[in-house]
């Protein structure tokens, strides 16, 4: 079960652009990838690590580059998303243009571009949501799920954090134990679903074969924040 054809990721050159990329190469995945984002730094150096990926830089809330960047492609995976809760809350018009108009604007440019698969990808936050960056994905999934039906075939995946990706807790605290600094947490009695970064891909995998507009959820263990820090 893998993804076929030309496939594009927005927001591509985060955390799970890089494991889909990876898995792919390492299971000869039929595809060929092109890496859209924003970041031209994180592209030069996911470019140093899979030249064989096309790259653009362009920004899911700029329709006519993204619409650009679509037209072609097989599949779109859509990862692309402000998704750290302390900025969202400070700045919600800018999660809002990137998470919802964004979205949006993926789904035009799917639907333009004659696309056969959209793949969103949307978090746990969005099920009764208390926070703008889960307001934001509640929003996404009902944009992919109410798009006009036509050739585009719309899935969206919902799940945990994935374990130690970009802006995650996992990377600062092993900065402040390599400084042998005291592990901060928020809130002790916090819990969090947690997912690997492989089984994040193969969720992925799974909706590339399920029915038009669902959204796919796997099973996944809660786990506390002082538990999943060693305490």
């Known amino acids: 079960m893998t993804l076929t054809g030309d496939i594009l990721i927005t927001g591509g050159s985060g955390t799970l652009g890089h494991a889909i990329v990876r898995t792919a190469l390492a299971e000869h995945w039929d595809c060929r990838f092109t890496i859209y984002s924003r970041s031209e730094l994180r592209q030069a150096e996911m470019r140093a690590k899979y030249p064989q990926c096309r790259y653009v830089l362009g920004d899911v809330r700029d329709y006519d580059r993204l619409a650009a960047a679509v037209a072609g492609h097989d599949v779109v995976v859509h990862c692309a998303a402000v998704k750290r809760i302390p900025e969202a809350e400070q700045q919600p018009v800018n999660c809002y243009e990137t998470?919802?108009?964004?979205?949006?604007?993926?789904?035009?440019?799917?639907?333009?571009?004659?696309?056969?698969?959209?793949?969103?990808?949307?978090?746990?936050?969005?099920?009764?949501?208390?926070?703008?960056?889960?307001?934001?994905?509640?929003?996404?999934?009902?944009?992919?799920?109410?798009?006009?039906?036509?050739?585009?075939?719309?899935?969206?995946?919902?799940?945990?954090?994935?374990?130690?990706?970009?802006?995650?807790?996992?990377?600062?605290?092993?900065?402040?134990?390599?400084?042998?600094?005291?592990?901060?947490?928020?809130?002790?009695?916090?819990t969090r679903f947690w997912i690997s970064e492989r089984d994040a891909v193969r969720v992925i995998q799974q909706a590339s074969t399920i029915v038009d507009r669902a959204i796919v959820v796997p099973k996944m263990g809660a786990l506390s924040i002082e538990a999943m820090a060693g305490f």
């Open 99 to 190: 998470n919802v108009i964004g979205s949006a604007n993926v789904v035009r440019a799917c639907i333009a571009g004659g696309v056969k698969q959209a793949i969103g990808i949307s978090t746990d936050k969005a099920c009764a949501s208390l926070t703008t960056y889960g307001a934001t994905k509640r929003i996404m999934e009902g944009l992919f799920q109410h798009a006009p039906r036509g050739a585009t075939t719309f899935t969206l995946v919902r799940y945990g954090n994935v374990v130690a990706s970009n802006g995650s807790v996992i990377p600062l605290w092993r900065e402040q134990a390599a400084r042998g600094q005291p592990l901060t947490i928020t809130d002790r009695r916090m």
